[in-house]
């Protein structure tokens, strides 16, 4: 990337601490707690240097607690940061909200923009005020949320009949109304049917093909990465542990599949000396069910099945990727080598 | 400026929308209003009709105070009763998204939650001003009008300034904040009186450290020709924009406290 422009998002040993309070259990601790100034510190986000340059699309991956949510807050200027540097397009987000606020978009994936009991067109023409949208580009991008969201019929609605999903993709249109340099997407997809997260993620493809938008977004589905981004940043206990490409991720873990096979034998412990084929690991195996791990790589997945079908009572047999959690967990645990 | 009272004006009717939507609320919080009002003047008139005057204030020098002191909050409730809903935003940790629009989070929040029972207010604070005008035969010219006019805008400032400050506290105390809040009302309570009925710590905390008798007494001294108090209704918008300042400042060093939620 030597040659491209200077990075938008500039990050240097970022770092946040909570502080939380001491609390011994009691009534007696209820009253030490009152006057005590003795805290415990939580480092969320542990020394992170990044940098994000216009127009990528960049997934932030980690466990549930990983430190996600807590770096969005402080790129987006909601939190200050305990120590480290954030720039974002050449502006400390925490020190100037009111400018920052003009380059951005953001969706907390829990939380709405809009006012509850109003018809959702309200909170659009709010927006429109606020981020002082001229009449041209506000009527244009209605068009496309329109079109490519199909929010149209929603917008007469007041916020609290809406659906989640509905919700979700007229919050994301917000995001998008005044044509922000960078979205930030906290969990854009959560609690969303396959339809309307398929939906989600070509409009957020479209919005960054036409505009060059930068996007940061976080997600617990590999499949929201794998379809809008191309540089993943993975982030474990505050730390990241691997900043780099998608398809160097997907070269090594694309292969890998958890089995989840019912069977109607009783299994007992010890009896699990199945002849499996190596590249295959046992996670669990008791009651009626048996967890395989395997690397298609290594081991051939007719092979598998066919073993286990001359050897059980099989009543139910399926395939998934493996989660990131535990690709995270696994790049933790081992380090990511080349 | 003219554009943050358009965006003020159009995020203000909007609250209202919402608030319309609960029509019986609506009604009752006026209807309450009303009575709380028209109770605490009687229980005034009451008291006249046993003592005469009170350290030398009469009936209808009471009741003037009494409905001026109604009006700045009034508009404090009809349009920036939105420190109210701190506490919940950061318990929430809703007020993230307050925190990245552009524009400052203060003025968002002050309009978040306007009470329209603050018609209520306004609406028995004119009349009890009415009533005790026509016995001190005060008239209402365009002068004076536009006086009271300044000392009300005035006296609103100054119940956004205490209010923000109190409703600050939550930046500390998550849990508790909204109790300061409630203290700093209860000192609204005294400020229907005369000032120098009080002893002297009440007196000064209510004219420098809370400074309710800014908003009520002060200004009515001035339709009272009470000249020995000049100098307090001269000091009106220097004490508001003092106090403006001061939560401004506040809300500076709280927001930069904000620690949000975890999910
Ligand atoms: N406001 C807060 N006060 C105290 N601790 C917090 C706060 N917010 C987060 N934490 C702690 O900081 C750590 C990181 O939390 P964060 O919300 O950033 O994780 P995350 O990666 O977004 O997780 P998830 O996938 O569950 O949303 C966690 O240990 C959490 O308990
Ligand atoms: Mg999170």
Redesign the interface.
């Known amino acids: 990337m030597s040659s491209s422009p200077p990075p938008i998002i500039s990050v240097r040993n970022l770092t946040k601490e909570y502080k939380i309070a001491r609390r011994t259990e009691g009534f007696i601790g209820a009253v030490k707690y009152l006057f005590s100034r003795k805290y415990d510190t939580v480092r969320a986000v542990d020394r992170v240097s990044f940098d994000i340059y216009p127009g990528e699309l960049v997934g932030y991956i980690g466990k549930n607690g990983a430190g996600k949510s807590t770096t969005i807050k402080m790129l987006t200027g909601v939190l200050v940061p305990t120590q480290g540097e954030v720039k974002v397009n050449g502006i400390v987000p925490y020190r100037d909200r009111t400018k920052n606020g003009q380059n951005i978009g953001v969706v907390f994936g829990q939380r709405t923009q809009m006012k509850w009991d109003i018809p959702v067109i309200e909170s659009f023409r709010l927006m429109k005020e606020i981020y002082q949208i001229p009449p041209d580009i506000y009527k244009q991008n209605m068009e496309i949320f329109c079109d490519v969201l199909d929010i149209g019929s929603l917008l007469a609605k007041p916020v609290r009949k809406l659906s989640l999903g509905q919700r979700m993709k007229c919050d994301l249109a917000i995001a998008f109304l005044h044509n922000p340099k960078i979205i930030y997407l906290d969990e854009p997809t959560i609690g969303l049917d396959i339809l309307v997260k398929e939906n989600i993620r070509s409009f957020i493809k479209t919005m960054n093909a036409e505009r060059n938008t930068t996007v940061i977004l976080t997600t617990h589905d590999l499949n929201d990465i794998d379809s809008i981004c191309q540089r993943a940043i993975i982030i474990d206990s505050g730390k990241i542990v691997y900043d780099g490409s998608i398809d160097a991720i997907k070269a090594r873990f694309g292969t890998h599949k958890v089995l989840h096979i019912e069977v109607k034998d009783n299994l007992r412990q010890g009896d699990e000396v199945v002849q499996l084929p190596a590249g295959v690991t046992v996670q669990e195996f008791g009651e009626h069910r048996i967890k395989l791990h395997l690397n298609k790589e290594a081991a051939s997945l007719a092979e598998v099945i066919q073993t286990l079908i001359e050897q059980y009572n099989i009543v139910d047999i399926s395939i998934e990727d493996v989660s990131i959690e535990s690709i995270v967990k696994q790049i933790y645990q081992e380090g990511w080598h080349e | 400026m003219a554009?943050y009272i358009?965006?003020y004006w159009?995020?203000w009717i909007?609250?209202i929308?919402?608030?319309i939507?609960y029509k019986s609320s609506f009604i009752i919080g006026n209807v309450a209003t009303i009575l709380g009002q028209v109770t605490g003047i009687a229980l005034v008139w009451v008291l006249f009709q046993k003592i005469g005057h009170l350290n030398g204030w009469s009936l209808p020098e009471i009741m003037l105070i009494y409905g001026i002191a109604a009006l700045p909050y009034g508009f404090f409730e009809l349009f920036f009763n939105g420190v109210w809903s701190l506490n919940r935003y950061i318990r929430m940790?809703?007020f993230?998204?307050l925190?990245?629009?552009?524009?400052?989070?203060l003025f968002f929040i002050l309009a978040d939650q306007p009470m329209l029972h603050g018609l209520g207010n306004i609406a028995t604070g004119t009349v009890i001003i009415l009533l005790a005008s026509r016995q001190l035969d005060i008239r209402w010219d365009m002068c004076n009008l536009l006086i009271l006019g300044f000392m009300v805008a005035w006296g609103t400032l100054i119940y956004i300034s205490i209010n923000t400050i109190t409703a600050c506290t939550s930046f500390w105390f998550v849990a508790s904040g909204t109790n300061f809040l409630y203290l700093g009302q209860r000192f609204r309570d005294f400020t229907v009186y005369p000032l120098d009925i009080y002893a002297s710590p009440l007196r000064i905390l209510l004219t420098w450290v809370i400074p309710f008798a800014f908003t009520s007494f002060f200004p009515s001294t001035y339709f009272l020709d009470r000249d020995d108090y000049r100098v307090f209704v001269y000091l009106i918008p220097v004490i508001a924009v003092l106090f403006f300042g001061i939560a401004s400042f506040v809300w500076r060093i709280g927001v930069?406290r904000?620690?949000?939620t975890?999910?």
Do not use: I
């Open positions: 554009r358009r965006l159009m995020m909007q609250g929308q919402a608030q939507e940790g809703d993230d998204r925190l990245v629009r552009p524009g400052s989070s930069n904000y620690e949000s975890g999910s």
